[in-house]
């Protein structure tokens, strides 16, 4: 049921193209669309029931806002442009870049055959891309050895190392007539579009009269070149006799789940394929309109000659993408094209089912851990959990740890670590109080993601502390659970509420698994953390007691050896290395020797 917030500014929506971006609880966008009529289109995600990704999406809707156009052109536009500026949570995104190497021969005055990350309109001749890494490095290598070009820097006076093992035409002390360079650029060419027979023969009797001769490394290194040639040019057969670089688009749709396969055709063959599965909230055509601009609005990405999608992508979308990217987009007919994109669509299927399969085993452990835990609390649902936990030495050496956990899975990058600065000794309460004030004010300057749950390693006191500072001095309301431990030190219980009560758990439940990994997670993450940080503390102050040692030369020592144990092995003349004068190395070294001597035991 929408709010009355929303349903007001429903009434007021134009039935006009546009985009339209949904906003949670914190005010961030967590999805951006476009519709040809904003009215209808937004209209349909709170009058409409929904299941999956989008009843998600909507149960986390509080606001939206929509920006006209004059044209679903300039939507389709827009929507790209703000999918990338806020990077929505319930929209597709794409990682930059394709992963795959090119093979390149250079357009220099002394042109070389090199791996390329990307294609440069630099007058290049460009082959590839190669699914194969190691394959394509290796091809590189045989290629450099068959047909020489330029492997130095060029000039130098003198033969380089490469012209006298033939893997140079001799730039780097003569200069190399063009037609010399030519006749090997149309030999690599000619091998590199699959016209591989002649070598083949030539490197299958190699490897027989080194086999006959007894030379059996480098019998097994030619095998390896042929491999090499194999996987990465005879296994990509040809598929038809048009030279036409093209790119083919189909998906399968099932459940709210969009999956798309990408075929790559380049020199009459199938070279790369890509797949991708995505949880989607619009129809499967309106998404795979914004994924092809998507996948071809990404740094260093190739445009093909042709773009070939299946018959259900209407022909105003096509001639949408047609007149943003300036490729022809098709729907193949008949013969190979069309045979390929029904492949296309099969692997897209096969590749959803196999998900399907996995969710269902994982879904208990994940996402339903969650939301058992929503439950038992009596929240709407939970997404993202921060849990916090302090760790010290009788007082001494205080630090905080958090740890993130997103849809029941660990996300690592997002951990942080904390040295308290404001407390000086065991105080509970003053240590929750600094971290979640620093923790999220510095969200809120950030306009960040807000957790949907925090998880205290404790009871009442860190839950007071840290709620006292969301409401009190951030004005947030975010919902904050202490994890209560038995005499096994488990969490067993949950204390949340207001007034704060105790929720028993299910010992058996997916929920309760979960909270324990959170649990030993955090706990684990503050007690690593705490040790590091104690035994550089250590390190220091064994460091400063010596005379003639002050901070800097501490930290130089430190900087150079890192351990107590390296710097007692270290010379005199290692420790000069570090920067301390002769004085102060013979004094540290003379003084943890004593110290070393006056440890062992006297009988």
């Not at 040809?238 to 798309?260: A, C, E, H, V």
């Not at 960040?448 to 925090?454: G, H, K, S, Y």
Request: aromatic content about 8%; hydrophobic content about 35%.
């Amino acid at each position: 049921m929408a709010s009355e917030h929303i349903e007001h500014k429903l009434t007021l929506l134009p039935p006009m193209p546009g985009c339209y971006l949904m906003k949670n609880i914190n005010g961030k966008i967590i999805y951006v669309g476009k519709a040809k009529n904003l009215k209808n289109r937004v209209r349909s995600y709170f009058k409409s029931s929904h299941e999956g990704k989008t009843a998600q999406l909507v149960a986390h809707i509080v606001d939206f806002e929509t920006i006209v156009t004059s044209t679903d052109k300039e939507a389709f536009l827009l929507e790209i442009t703000l999918i990338q500026k806020h990077q929505p949570y319930y929209n597709i995104k794409l990682k930059r870049g394709t992963g795959y190497p090119y093979i390149k021969i250079t357009h220099e005055r002394d042109p070389r055959i090199i791996i390329a990350n990307d294609v440069k309109h630099d007058g290049g001749y460009y082959f590839g891309p190669y699914p194969n890494v190691y394959a394509a490095e290796e091809t590189l290598h045989f290629l450099q050895k068959v047909y020489p070009l330029r492997r130095c820097s060029g000039y130098q006076g003198r033969p380089c190392l490469y012209y006298h093992m033939g893997q140079c035409l001799g730039a780097c002390f003569k200069e190399v007539p063009e037609s010399a360079y030519d006749e090997q650029i149309k030999r690599i060419k000619s091998f590199l579009n699959g016209n591989t027979a002649h070598v083949i023969k030539h490197l299958q009797a190699q490897m027989s009269d080194a086999a006959t001769n007894l030379e059996f490394e480098r019998a097994a290194d030619l095998r390896d070149q042929l491999h090499y040639i194999d996987v990465t040019v005879e296994k990509q057969k040809i598929i038809s006799n048009d030279q036409t670089p093209r790119d083919i688009f189909n998906f399968y749709l099932d459940k709210g789940w969009l999956s798309i396969q990408v075929f790559f055709v380049r020199q009459a063959r199938l070279m790369k394929r890509e797949k991708r599965l995505f949880p989607v909230v619009s129809t499967a055509p309106e998404e795979m309109q914004t994924f092809i601009m998507q996948f071809y609005n990404r740094k260093n990405a190739v445009l093909p000659r042709e773009i070939l999608v299946p018959s259900s992508i209407e022909a105003e979308t096509r001639e949408s993408i047609e007149e943003v990217l300036n490729v022809p987009v098709n729907v193949p007919q008949r013969g190979v094209r069309r045979d390929l994109m029904e492949m296309a669509g099969k692997n897209a299927r096969l590749v959803l089912e196999e998900k399907f399969r996995l969710l269902e085993l994982d879904e208990h452990k994940t996402t339903g851990a969650m939301q058992e835990i929503a439950d038992v609390m009596g929240l709407p649902s939970i997404m993202r959990i921060e849990a916090f936990d302090h760790s010290h030495e009788q007082g001494a050496d205080l630090v905080s740890a958090m740890v993130v956990f997103e849809e029941g899975r660990p996300n690592k990058k997002l951990y942080r670590k904390y040295k308290l600065r404001t407390v000086d000794h065991a105080d509970e309460t003053a240590s929750t109080m600094e971290v979640i004030r620093r923790r999220y004010s510095r969200l809120l300057k950030e306009h960040a993601d807000m957790p949907d749950l925090i998880l205290m390693d404790g009871g009442q006191i860190q839950v007071d502390a840290c709620t006292d500072v969301l409401r009190n001095e951030l004005n947030l309301n975010l919902p904050v659970a202490g994890m209560v431990k038995d005499d096994k030190h488990r969490t067993n219980h949950l204390i949340f509420g207001e007034p704060l009560r105790l929720i028993p758990l299910n010992p058996k439940s997916e929920g309760f698994y979960l909270l324990t990994r959170i649990q030993d997670e955090v706990h684990r993450f503050a007690i690593t953390f705490h040790r590091r940080t104690h035994a550089k503390n250590a390190l220091s102050s064994r460091l400063d007691a010596i005379k003639g040692i002050g901070p800097k030369s501490r930290n130089k020592l430190l900087r150079q050896f890192g351990s107590l144990k390296k710097i007692k092995e270290a010379s005199v003349e290692e420790l000069q290395t570090a920067g301390l004068s002769l004085p102060q190395a013979q004094t540290v070294k003379l003084t943890l020797e004593s110290e070393q001597f006056a440890s062992v035991p006297r009988f």
